[in-house]
């Protein structure tokens, strides 16, 4: 599972990310930015929430304290100033994105879920071959022409079908939460019912396997989600 540092010194708004985004990730929380850089440095989070306005030294500074340790973790600004020159400042800092106090939360949900998709599923895999194939053991994705192939024999794939099995080679060896791989594939288009996760999954293993009791490839982690790759935990 992915890990988001907020660093908030405000308790309410601090807890209020965290309600909202623990479901899909683990959390943890500075209050201070001294902290956030000493959290940063030994914990390497997948994304961080950093507000501006902190106690003993301020957003921009520990985005450049990180930048300069050469520590590329994503970053989304969050302050109460909305000028211009403060959201150019943190962009040149090194920020991913930025949003306004007051925020919905639900946005920031959705901001946060997107770079994750965008750094880590789709461009920061370092899995996916100068010319655009994917591979993992007999699988072959081709990512420009939307094929698969298993030694060599065409596999057909629905566009669903496809989709999960794109989203776990990008993520092999680590387990990719039920959560993830629906808002992924679905998006807000999720009908809600779980069972439908599951059943693509049977339907791509049918595909796929040789034994889909025992699968050499999309693999289950219990009560989390499923995985492609060696047998890790979820991290």
Same mark, same amino acid.
């Given at each position: ?72 973790? #994503? ?26 106090? #007051? ?133």
């Amino acid at each position: 599972m992915y890990s988001i540092l907020i660093v908030e010194d405000e308790i309410n708004i601090s807890k209020l990310i965290k309600i909202n985004l623990e479901k899909y990730y683990d959390i943890e929380v500075a209050y201070d930015g001294e902290t956030a850089i000493e959290m940063v440095s030994e914990r390497r989070p997948s994304l961080m929430i950093l507000d501006i306005m902190l106690p003993k030294m301020n957003g921009y500074d520990v985005l450049r304290t990180i930048r300069n340790l050469n520590i590329d973790v #994503p970053v989304i600004m969050l302050t109460a100033k909305s000028q211009d020159v403060d959201k150019i400042l943190g962009l040149e800092l090194g920020a991913d994105d930025y949003i306004t106090k #007051p925020f919905n939360p639900r946005e920031l949900t959705a901001r946060v879920k997107a770079l994750i998709r965008r750094i880590y599923e789709f461009n920061g895999n370092k899995s996916i071959q100068s010319n655009g194939i994917l591979s993992y053991g007999d699988i072959k994705m081709d990512l420009d022409n939307n094929t698969v192939t298993i030694n060599g024999k065409d596999i057909n794939l629905t566009k669903r079908e496809f989709e999960l099995l794109k989203v776990l080679m990008l993520n092999k060896d680590r387990v990719v939460t039920r959560e993830e791989l629906i808002d992924s594939v679905w998006g807000d288009k999720y009908d809600g019912d779980t069972k439908t996760l599951d059943v693509h999954i049977k339907r791509l293993r049918e595909k796929i396997e040789i034994n889909t009791k025992s699968p050499n490839y999309v693999k289950t982690q219990w009560g989390i989600g499923y995985y492609i790759g060696g047998s890790r935990s979820e991290h």
